[in-house]
């Protein structure tokens, strides 16, 4: 059965920087890319970028560039998000999500809240 | 990339069909048929109903359906149902390795 499971609730201060775990199990975790996607309070869904557990291979959306860092861990089958230079408007959830083929996602996590707060 | 193209709100009564239409351009849409969709409830993450255009995952039932005509892609919901009551997303591949999102319709069973 496969599960995405993201670390917890975190508030942090403008300025500074947060990182979202994303652990993947039920699958061969390098068969699959991993996506993120955030959704501020009251809004649409955002493409953040994607992750090849592969080789590590990175690609993220253009409002997020230089401050957005994804890595991965495959001896624990974890993907981690990092965003920098946080500002209010970072507030949302993010969830990361399994990619099936080019066009879809078929297994989310269960959603991060990231509260960007003085 | 600039977002997708979304009608705000649709609705039907049950057991009508409604359609939601994904407007893009001819780098996203129309460039690739890699059109998904996902229904999303309040609270809950996104989950997908149809990828690749056409394709339905396992369990997505066969009243739920999708197309594409050069810039637009379209969700077909036949024989609306209660529980379709949600916001429903379209989402494109948009080349080197970047996705794109519709900005979200709210569907509404009357």
């Known amino acids: 059965q496969v599960h995405l499971v993201q670390s917890g609730t975190v508030v942090r201060k403008p300025g500074a920087s947060v990182t979202v775990s994303c652990k993947a199990s039920?699958?061969?975790?390098?068969?699959?890319?991993i996506h993120w996607v955030r959704q501020a309070p009251g809004q649409g869904l955002e493409w953040m970028g994607i992750i090849n557990p592969i080789n590590g291979n990175t690609a993220y959306a253009q409002n997020f560039q230089g401050r957005l860092t994804m890595t991965r861990d495959t001896s624990t089958n974890t993907v981690y998000m990092e965003v920098t230079s946080l500002r209010s408007e970072d507030t949302a959830i993010y969830y990361c999500a399994r990619g099936i083929s080019t066009g879809g996602w078929d297994y989310w996590g269960q959603g991060t809240l990231v509260t960007v707060s003085s | 990339q600039s977002a997708l193209t979304q009608p705000r709100s649709v609705s039907g009564s049950p057991g009508q069909s409604v359609t939601i239409s994904c407007t893009g351009t001819n780098s996203d849409v129309g460039a690739y048929n890699f059109v998904s969709w996902y229904q999303q409830r309040p609270g809950k993450a996104p989950k997908l109903m149809i990828y690749?255009?056409?394709k339905r995952p396992s369990g997505i039932p066969v009243r739920l359906s999708g197309s594409k005509s050069g810039n637009t892609a379209s969700l077909i919901i036949s024989g609306l149902q209660a529980d379709d009551e949600a916001d429903y997303y379209c989402c494109s591949y948009a080349g080197s390795s970047s996705s794109v999102f519709g900005g979200g319709t709210k569907l509404t069973v009357l």
């Open positions: 039920g699958y061969i975790f390098t068969d699959y890319s």
């Open positions: 690749d255009v056409t």
